[in-house]
């Protein structure tokens, strides 16, 4: 069964940096299988979306136009943990964030949410001004 822990959130000013973490054992228990894994937000009285994108096999990632040129996604398999390294912060950007794996394999990787099965716990990200 696949399991989601983030970590990392917190209170910054705008134009700071911040690293999530989400250590997950899709990639020992897909290991070889390309799956897709990304984050998310929501931010109150707002639908989840997608921030980042990625698979397992590192052959696709895709960004949100809002965070295009600040946020970065990547992983490491071998700690198997999944990061978004979010830098020049905005105040728009304040949300809760959530890590969430699809277990199904797909030629591209969707950027809905419903096609998430698995999520994390959600970790506040909060940007003031």
């Known amino acids: 069964q696949v399991q989601l822990a983030e970590s990392g959130g917190g209170s910054v000013q705008a134009g700071e940096s911040l690293r999530l973490s989400c250590v997950s054992s899709i990639y020992t228990i897909y290991t070889g299988r390309r799956r897709c894994v990304g984050w998310f937000r929501q931010a109150p009285g707002e639908q989840r979306e997608g921030v980042a994108i990625?698979?397992?096999?590192?052959?696709?990632?895709y960004y949100a136009d809002s965070v295009k040129g600040r946020f970065t996604i990547s992983q490491d398999s071998a700690k198997k943990t999944l990061y978004l390294q979010m830098n020049s912060l905005k105040p728009e950007d304040t949300a809760v964030y959530y890590c969430a794996a699809d277990t199904l394999p797909r030629t591209l990787c969707s950027t809905v949410s419903g096609a998430y099965t698995v999520w994390g716990q959600g970790t506040q990200v909060t940007v003031s001004s």
């Open positions: 990625i698979s397992t096999a590192g052959d696709y990632t």
